[in-house]
């Protein structure tokens, strides 16, 4: 007794969306809630029109383009940036 159990489903306990490096250098990108492959390109890419590369480059964890599932990690191309860079 006295024991107390979490009822939160594991993705509310997930790591933040945005932008990560991962162990080999490579850089990555955790999806948030309602975010578009649109967007992520747009924001790290400088073109939101990259959208198709991002779904080309994560077809193995990305079913539907359109509807993006929070928490999953998409590689990013080796010229993406951390910040979106304004002209």
């Known amino acids: 007794t006295g024991v107390q159990t979490c009822a939160l489903p594991i993705s ?11 162990e080999d250098g490579s850089a990555a990108y955790r999806v948030g809630e309602r975010e578009t492959l649109s967007d992520i390109s747009k924001k790290h890419l400088g073109r939101a029109s990259r959208w198709i590369e991002l779904y080309e480059m994560n077809r193995a964890v990305v079913n539907d ?15 993406a940036t951390e910040v979106l860079i304004m002209p």
């Not at 383009?65 to 010229?79: E, F, H, S, V």
């Open 65 to 79: 383009p359109n509807r993006l599932k929070p928490g999953t990690i998409l590689a990013l191309p080796d010229d």
């Open 12 to 22: 509310r306990i997930a790591e933040p969306p945005g932008f990560l490096l991962l």
